[in-house]
């Protein structure tokens, strides 16, 4: 089992900065994947980020380049999401999720990844 916990979600007028964080236990694993998705009232869970655990490799949906940034360290098993120039559209719902299996292409979607934290809400609005 992995456990994932998500932090550092909140409210944020557009244009502004945020940074989630995901803090993962648990099972390890030589080669995976950690993703970042978000969800919106009525809408299907998107794929917003991932990264391959060494770091080598990131991946971002058309929607969120140039503005988001995904980190990982691995001493502290933690994968961050720093999100600038934050959009009203960027309102959702925010998960980390762990993909367990060396994809290639990476997953982007999420029936890829097997364990997800609970979510932490992102709110953009003056």
């Known amino acids: 089992q992995v456990q994932l916990v998500e932090s550092g979600g909140g409210l944020v007028q557009p244009g502004g900065s945020l940074r989630l964080s995901c803090a993962a236990s648990?099972?390890?694993?030589?080669?995976?994947?950690m993703g970042w998705f978000r969800q919106a009232p009525g809408k299907e869970r998107e794929f917003v980020a991932a990264i391959r655990w060494s770091g080598t490799s990131t991946y971002y949906a058309d929607s969120v380049k140039g503005r988001f940034t995904i980190s990982s360290d691995n001493a502290k098993n933690t994968v961050d999401l720093q999100m600038n120039s934050l959009k009203p559209e960027d309102t959702a719902v925010y998960y980390c999720?762990?993909?367990?299996?060396?994809?290639?292409?990476?997953?982007?979607?999420?029936?890829?990844?097997?364990?997800w934290g609970q979510g932490t809400q992102v709110t953009v609005s003056s």
């Open positions: 648990g099972r390890t694993f030589s080669s995976y994947t």
């Open positions: 999720a762990f993909d367990e299996i060396f994809r290639l292409p990476i997953g982007t979607q999420p029936a890829a990844y097997t364990y």
